[in-house]
C-alpha cells in the first residue's frame, strides 16, 4: 500500500462551482501535510499546508485533515480555469501522492 | 529571495554517457531531495539529504545513479552510463527542516533530460 494515495481523476468542474480533491494515507503517525500544484511542465508548487484536524483556509482553497479517518482534502472554491492543474498531496518525507488532474471548464 | 535552482535547464545525452545534474537549494535550507518523473506521472523520490546525516538512498533504481551534496548547499546527481529509460524530468526540492519537522518542499525548475 502507498503511503498517500489518490485518485488520478480527471476531475472536470465548471468555471465558479467547488472542486473537492482528496487524498488518503496510511501512516497513522503523520502529523503534517501538504498540497501542491503542478502546471502541465512545470515544477510542483506549494499552496497548503496543514498539521492539526480540521479546516485550514487560505483564500478560496481550504484545507481538511481528518486524522481518525487518514485523510486530507483540499477543496477550491470558486474554480478558475486557471487552477486547471494537477494536485499532488504530501505526507511528511517524501511521498507524494500520484496526483489530481483537475480540469475547470469555462 | 532566491529560489531553488537547477542546471542545466535541458540535457540531451547519448546513451552509455555519463551526466551530471546540479541544484542550488534555497540559502539556509538543510533538507535536500531529488525526485524523478516521467512524462504523465508522478514524482518518484530518488535521494534525501538531511544536514550532515548519511542520505537516505533508498528511492535511487540502480547502481548507475548516485548524488553528493557539498557543504551542506549545492548538490549533484550523477548518472552513469545512461539509458534511455532514464529519459525524464529531474527535479530537486529543499525544505527548511528534514522529515521530522514541518517540511514544506520548494523544488527547482527542473532539469529535462533525455537520452536518445
Known amino acids: 500500500q502507498k503511503e498517500v494515495e489518490q485518485n488520478s481523476g480527471p476531475l472536470s468542474v465548471p468555471e465558479g462551482a467547488i472542486a473537492s480533491l482528496n487524498c488518503t494515507y496510511s501512516d497513522r503517525g503523520s502529523q503534517s501535510f501538504f498540497w501542491y500544484r503542478q502546471y502541465s511542465g512545470k515544477s510542483p508548487e506549494l499552496i497548503m499546508s496543514?498539521?492539526?484536524?480540521g479546516d485550514k483556509e487560505d483564500g478560496r482553497f481550504t484545507a481538511q485533515l481528518n486524522k481518525a479517518s487518514q485523510y486530507v482534502s483540499l477543496l477550491i472554491r470558486d474554480s478558475q480555469p486557471s487552477d486547471s492543474a494537477t494536485y499532488l498531496c504530501?505526507?511528511?518525507?517524501?511521498?507524494f501522492g500520484s496526483g489530481t488532474k483537475l480540469n475547470v471548464k469555462p | 529571495g532566491a529560489g531553488v535552482s537547477q542546471s542545466p535547464s535541458n540535457k540531451v545525452t547519448e546513451k552509455g554517457k555519463d551526466v551530471e545534474l546540479r541544484c542550488d537549494p534555497i540559502s539556509g535550507h538543510t533538507a535536500l531531495y531529488w525526485y524523478r518523473q516521467s512524462l504523465g506521472q508522478g514524482l518518484e523520490f530518488l535521494i534525501y539529504?538531511?544536514?550532515?546525516?548519511?542520505?537516505?538512498k533508498s528511492g535511487l533504481p540502480s547502481d548507475r545513479f548516485s548524488a553528493e551534496r557539498t557543504g551542506g548547499s549545492v548538490s549533484t546527481l550523477t548518472i552513469q552510463r545512461t539509458q534511455q529509460e532514464d529519459s525524464a524530468v529531474y527535479l530537486c526540492?529543499?525544505?527548511?527542516?528534514?522529515?521530522?519537522?514541518?517540511?514544506?518542499?520548494?523544488f527547482g525548475p527542473g532539469t529535462r533530460l533525455t537520452v536518445l
Open positions: 504530501a505526507g511528511r518525507g517524501f511521498y
Open positions: 539529504f538531511q544536514g550532515n546525516s548519511a542520505p537516505d
Open positions: 526540492a529543499s525544505s527548511p527542516s528534514g522529515t521530522s519537522g514541518y517540511n514544506e518542499q520548494f
Open positions: 496543514i498539521y492539526s484536524n
